[in-house]
């Protein structure tokens, strides 16, 4: 069974602190790895996909990484405009495009 | 605009009753996911259709209920045999990659609906 474990649950930083948030999972082969940002009362909107361990991808302040156990979603100089809660969920091969979801990491970034 | 549209935003259900919750996307994806979002819980599968006429249950489908008759459409039902039915509901689209690279899927607004 594929498994996505977020950490922290919560994270609260100044605006310029830059920080990084972990996405742990386990499944029987990857087929894609997925972040997402949610903004309350929203639908998670689609941020990156990473493929394969060693993969990099990189938008404005945010930078996704993964490794063959987990990803890293790096905020670089956070704004306050970048509060939300972000999102990891893992695609794994024969499992007709399922998802399998973190419960998210919830980050707020004060002035 | 392509996108995906859910309606409405806001449901008030009594219990014993059924409701429907609508989800439509124009981007010409072929599969239509349905999830359920609880606080503290990652968001869980409740059915999904690969392809129009055909759907399978996800994780948690009792007491719920699809139907997939056209392409941009796929419509939840949420019965009365749903025993904690408040959440938050999100409907999803992808391309439907049998195969190859990863298929993305891209989330509607969502439509929480709340039993009085």
């Known amino acids: 069974e594929d498994q996505v474990t977020q950490s922290p649950e919560a994270l609260r930083l100044q605006e310029g602190e830059s920080s990084s948030l972990n996405c742990s999972y386990t499944?029987?082969?990857?087929?894609?790895l997925f972040w997402y940002r949610q903004d309350p009362g929203k639908g998670p909107e689609f941020l990156f996909t990473?493929?394969?361990a060693g993969e990099e991808k990189e938008k404005e302040r945010l930078k996704a990484t993964l490794t063959k156990k987990e990803s890293f979603l790096h905020i670089t100089a956070p704004k306050p405009e970048d509060s939300a809660t972000y999102l990891c969920?893992?695609?794994?091969?024969?499992?007709?495009?399922?998802?399998?979801f973190g419960t998210g990491t919830r980050l707020q970034v004060t002035l | 605009d392509g996108g995906i549209t859910q309606s409405p935003k806001y449901l008030f259900r009594k219990e014993g009753q059924n409701v429907t919750l609508s989800c439509e996307q124009n981007?010409?994806?072929?599969?239509m996911y349905w999830y359920r979002q609880d606080p503290g819980q990652g968001l869980r599968l409740i059915y999904y259709?690969?392809?129009?006429?055909?759907?399978q249950k996800g994780d948690i489908a009792e007491g719920y209920s699809v139907s997939r008759e056209k392409k941009e459409s796929f419509p939840l039902t949420v019965t009365s045999a749903q025993k904690n039915p408040t959440a938050f509901y999100l409907c999803?689209?992808?391309?439907?990659?049998?195969?190859?690279?990863?298929?993305?899927?891209?989330f509607g607004p969502g439509t929480r609906l709340t039993v009085l």
């Open positions: 499944v029987s082969g990857l087929r894609g």
């Open positions: 999803a689209s992808s391309l439907g990659l049998a195969g190859g690279p990863a298929d993305t899927q891209y």
């Open positions: 981007l010409n994806h072929d599969a």
């Open positions: 969920a893992v695609q794994g091969w024969g499992t007709a495009s399922k998802l399998t």
């Open positions: 259709s690969q392809i129009v006429n055909d759907f």
């Open positions: 990473l493929y394969s």
